[in-house]
């Protein structure tokens, strides 16, 4: 299935040259990996701390009127820059000779740990359904560890969709740009939430079989 993650590498074409840069300048792979954790922790602290109680602007949620964090407007910035983050530690590592048995753990839990520090956050945003926020994270890790399962059984990692990481973030990202900018969504919040939940359980689905496939 076609998935965000199928862009990267145009993307990381626009990257190549900012990565030979930080290359010369003797920064590591694991740096920029350690960055995009801390990113991640900074950002959700800040909105978890906030919890809505900042500036806001009036939206419409369940019909009801609601107050919109105007903070909501910082996740799309901070998944950018994770996601350009997350791409020019792997650029580092296997362009630059800096692959490491601690790069790859530092990698896949980066990511994880990241995303729950982001994510979980926005279960105390009025706007959003708590309990549809945990079961997106806690599906999430669940979708990565089948893509990282498929290679102790011989297969390669695994990265499809529907719903992997970048789909997760672009969708996430989108809402939170529409929200904190006031726009009403009514419903479509909690049904965008109950999408994402139904793919990501497709998407275990799917990496589990084709990683069993590849392995036949």
Excluded at 15 to 40: C, D, E, F, H, Y
Excluded at 86 to 106: F, P, Q, T, W
Excluded at 110 to 123: C, T
Aim: include cysteine; charged fraction near 15%.
């Amino acid at each position: 299935m076609v998935s965000v993650y199928d862009v990267k590498p145009g993307f990381q074409k626009l990257l190549r040259p900012l990565v030979k840069l930080l290359a010369r300048s003797g920064v590591t792979a694991n740096q920029v990996t350690i960055a995009a954790v801390l990113l991640s922790f900074g950002a959700g602290t800040w909105l978890a701390i906030d919890r809505g109680t900042g500036s806001t602007l009036p939206g419409y949620v369940s019909g009801q009127a609601e107050t919109v964090p105007q903070i909501l407007l910082m996740i799309p910035g901070v998944l950018f820059i994770r996601m350009a983050l997350n791409a020019i530690d792997g650029m580092l590592a296997r362009e630059h000779h800096m692959k490491s048995r601690l790069g790859a753990i530092l990698n896949e839990m980066g990511d994880v740990v990241s995303d729950a520090a982001l994510y979980l956050p926005l279960a105390w945003v009025p706007v959003f359904d708590p309990l549809a926020v945990v079961l997106v994270v806690l599906l999430g890790i669940v979708v990565e560890m089948a893509g990282v399962v498929s290679v102790q059984i011989g297969s390669s990692r695994r990265y499809d969709g529907p719903m992997g990481k970048s789909d997760r973030a672009f969708i996430l990202g989108g809402l939170s740009l529409l929200l904190g900018l006031g726009v009403p969504l009514g419903d479509g919040v909690e049904l965008i939430l109950w999408g994402i939940v139904l793919l990501e359980i497709l998407t275990i689905v799917q990496r589990s079989r084709k990683g069993l496939a590849e392995c036949n």
